[in-house]
């Protein structure tokens, strides 16, 4: 059992760039959503998925774009990177009425 | 909007030590409140997740309370060890969002000197 799974580990963009970070899981889970942290503003929602074929923006998620066609995948798509979009990127299954479980991270410097 | 405080930000203990880290919420509709802990360079790993009808929970050296109604919650370490160390963050999804919207903390990072 992998749990989720984040591919890349570690990325370098320059602005304007276009790139997908991967996310799976293998729980069965309905619910994914993907987060940034960065230092001193926490982590914050990017968007969410209820399901295949169901999603919806969280707190940022201005220059990401997301898809959902099957349960095990939710993969994120940066359409053209900025700066300010370098953080670590984490990827996440269940919650809600749930526990939480969260992929190891991916992360991302765009120059 | 749902403001989620973790208080200290920071803490360093000798080992042994018993402790108690703080996290206060301010809308208490809420579904659950989840404890996590994420080392350096890692994910978050969850280690309680108390329900909202519940008062507390248990896990090992591990125990987190829940009182809904103060908008507060407690996550006590028995016998802290140095692998211990790590930063804890607390989160609440809202029911008010239909669950879907997790709101975390900024966490506290715990040091634990041998």
């Known amino acids: 059992n992998a749990g989720v799974t984040q591919t890349p580990k570690f990325q370098v963009l320059k602005t304007g760039q276009s790139m997908t970070l991967q996310c799976a899981q293998d729980?069965?889970?309905?619910?994914m959503s993907w987060y940034r942290q960065d230092p001193g503003m926490g982590l914050r929602l990017i968007h969410y998925s209820v399901g295949a074929g169901i999603t919806d923006q969280g707190e940022v998620p201005n220059g990401y774009n997301v898809s959902r066609s099957t349960t095990e995948d939710f993969p994120l798509r940066l359409l053209s990177a900025a700066p300010s979009q370098t953080s670590v990127y984490f990827c996440?299954?269940?919650?809600?009425?749930?526990?939480?479980?969260f992929g190891p991270g991916t992360r991302l410097l765009v120059l | 909007k749902q403001e989620v405080t973790q208080i200290p930000a920071a803490l360093s203990v000798p080992e042994g030590e018993n402790l108690v880290l703080n996290c206060s919420f301010t809308d208490s509709a809420i579904y659950n409140l989840q404890w996590f802990r994420q080392d350096p360079g890692k994910g978050l790993t969850s280690l309680l997740l108390i329900q909202s009808s519940q008062r507390e929970q248990t896990s090992g050296r591990l125990n987190a309370s829940l009182d809904k109604s103060s908008g507060r919650s407690t996550l006590y370490i028995a016998a802290s060890q140095p692998g211990d160390s790590a930063t804890y963050l607390c989160?609440?999804?809202?029911?008010?969002?239909?669950?879907?919207?997790?709101?975390f903390g900024a966490g506290t990072r715990l040091f634990v000197k041998a």
């Open positions: 729980m069965n889970h309905e619910y």
């Open positions: 996440a299954a269940g919650g809600g009425q749930e526990t939480q479980y």
């Open positions: 989160a609440v999804p809202g029911v008010n969002t239909g669950g879907f919207k997790t709101i």
